[in-house]
Nanobody, 118 residues
Framework: QVQLVESGGGLVQTGGSLRLSCAAF????????MGWFRQGPGKEREFVAS????????YYAASVKGRFTISRDNAKNTLYLQMNSLKPEDTAVYYC???????????WGQGTQVTVSS
């Protein structure tokens, strides 16, 4: 099945920015809603943002709204997460995934580490 690969993580200071990418290999993901999730130290995985197949419905977690922007380039089979005004609370492994026909997200990537220092 499709392989999702996240990249773009790193170490930044509070207030810095990063852009994460999620590239899909094996087939196009234009037919799926895509989402970003994260799992911080000692925490469960949580929803960050999602975007429909077109230029339609976008959702953000309240904790990132106004700071993060999700986008996608279906021609390149790539999902993006622009993260601005980063806070230490944003430190986590970030994952992308597809929303499957059953309604749950799946085909998780390997994740990319984001660390925000004080």
């Amino acid at each position: 099945q499709v392989q999702l690969v996240e990249s773009g993580g790193g170490l930044v200071q509070t207030g810095g920015s990063l852009r994460l990418s999620c590239a899909a290999f094996g087939r196009a993901f234009r037919y799926y809603r895509m989402g970003w999730f994260r799992q911080g130290p000692g925490k469960e995985r949580e929803f960050v943002a999602s975007m429909s197949t077109g230029a339609g419905v976008i959702y953000y977690a309240a904790s990132v709204k106004g700071r993060f922007t999700i986008s996608r380039d279906n021609a390149k089979n790539t999902l993006y997460l622009q993260m601005n005004s980063l806070k230490p609370e944003d430190t986590a492994v970030y994952y992308c995934a597809e929303r499957l026909n059953g309604g749950d997200y799946g085909n998780w990537g390997q994740g990319t580490q984001v660390t925000v220092s004080s």
